[in-house]
């Protein structure tokens, strides 16, 4: 009996430990159209020790303008060296691929590895997709991560909601 519940409990937790490792998207909800917003790349460790990240991701350059990527406080807070390069520039249009390492040791808690900013372009739903991920440990060793997939960004069409005087709201009815 006693072997069959830890038969279950193997099965049962066994595929989510091994999922627990994953890049993903942070947050997924909608925005106004022309608005400037960031989202999150996080890095779920689950206590391994990593080292570097490298990822490529796609999204619809048609709805969404990349302004800029920046390094996350996964980094900036780990008070360690580190390495982040953006090659989005060298990538086509619609593309996001970054490279960073920890540059004297390794990071094993869960955090903010990156910070996409981005401006809505046009009312739509842009997919955000991961086409490759490379999470090193200390020797060079690949680290099998997950990656989120799903992740979708929205612009809604909305009511500007930036503060404007009495005599900007007449004009609009003049």
């Keep these: 009996m006693v072997a069959c519940l830890l ?26 159209v022309d608005w400037n917003f960031t989202v999150e790349l996080t890095l779920e460790c689950a206590g391994q020790a990593v080292k570097g990240v490298e990822t490529n991701l796609t999204f619809d350059s048609s709805i969404l303008q990349l302004d800029d ?28 691929h970054v490279a960073s390492s920890v540059l004297d040791g390794t990071l094993d808690q ?5 910070v996409l900013h981005f401006t809505g372009l046009v ?5 955000v997709d ?16 997950g990656r989120s997939i799903g992740n979708l960004i929205t612009l809604d ?18």
């Design 110 to 114: 869960d955090g903010v590895f990156a």
């Design 157 to 174: 069409p909305a009511i500007d909601v930036r503060p404007y005087r009495f005599g900007h709201l007449k004009a609009v009815y003049r």
């Design 130 to 145: 991961f086409t490759e991920v490379d999470v090193r440990d200390e020797n060079n060793g690949v680290l099998v991560f």
């Design 123 to 127: 009312p739509g739903t842009s997919p």
């Design 69 to 96: 990527v920046t390094p996350g406080p996964w980094f900036t807070g780990s008070g360690q060296d580190f390495f982040f390069f953006d090659y989005t520039d060298l990538e086509p249009q619609g593309n996001i």
């Design 7 to 32: 038969m279950l409990f193997v099965f049962i937790l066994g595929p989510s430990l091994a999922d627990a490792q994953q890049l993903a998207m942070n947050p997924q909800h909608a925005y106004p």
